[in-house]
């Protein structure tokens, strides 16, 4: 089954931390995004990919890292820099044709907590 | 800075009846899509209208988009208590890099 990965399902931070959030698609699509969901709230984007080896901060980029070594994987590092982390982080991958947005598949999410 | 704003927030109907979500946004469009989330899950896609189209149908979903007024409405018909969820607008800006911004979302209750 193709689809797009995110692990693990809940996650616990400790002040000072770093932690790395896992995402993983098998969809060989071009383009990764990782998007932050507080209670109630919308979809922010953090960081987006279009390519292997490039990405671009998105709206609230501070405070997280990324890489995009390969084309499957698009890992995400909530630094210890970033103050407020509790929240639902999502994953996704789309294809693109030129620069227009084919619809996105989504990851079931991590929950990341603070200790 | 977010484009689409969603009303009502949230919408409590009974099974049968027709649910009716808004989106409006600020600025030029591409395409605008609309997504739904259950509890605690990743989001799905559900339909996507073109700026140069004004109305799409996909089963009992129905969606239009007026590009005068910046909006697109939901409309899911013969609501059913699995359509209980969250959905949302997501507007792909023209001339952009591909990235969506997404509403706040309308949270769906639809009680048996």
């Known amino acids: 089954d193709g689809g797009i990965t995110q692990s693990p399902k809940y996650l616990f931070r400790k002040e000072g931390q770093n932690v790395t959030l896992s995402c993983e698609q098998n969809l060989n699509h071009d383009a990764m995004y990782w998007y932050r969901q507080d209670p109630g709230q919308g979809l922010r984007l953090i960081y987006y990919s279009q390519i292997v080896n490039d990405f671009q901060k998105g709206d609230i980029a501070e405070g997280y890292s990324v890489s995009r070594e390969k084309k499957e994987s698009f890992p995400l590092t909530v630094t210890s820099a970033q103050k407020n982390p509790t929240a639902f982080y999502l994953c996704a991958s789309s294809t693109l044709v030129g620069t227009v947005n084919q619809p996105q598949h989504f990851g079931d999410g991590t929950r990341l907590s603070i200790l | 800075s977010q484009q689409g704003e969603e009303d009502p927030q949230a919408l409590s109907i009974q099974e049968g009846e027709n649910a009716t979500m808004n989106c409006s946004y600020k600025t030029s469009i591409n395409n605008l899509q609309w997504y739904r989330q259950n509890s605690g899950r990743g989001l799905v896609h559900l339909i996507l209208i073109r700026s140069n189209e004004r109305e799409k149908h996909s089963g009992r979903l129905r969606v239009t988009l007026d590009t005068s007024k910046k909006s697109s409405s939901l409309l899911i018909t013969a609501s059913r208590a699995a359509d209980t969820a969250s959905y949302f607008c997501?507007?792909?800006?023209?001339?952009?890099?591909?990235?969506?911004?997404f509403g706040q979302g309308t949270t769906l209750q639809v009680k048996p």
């Open positions: 997501a507007a792909h800006g023209s001339g952009n890099t591909g990235k969506l911004i």
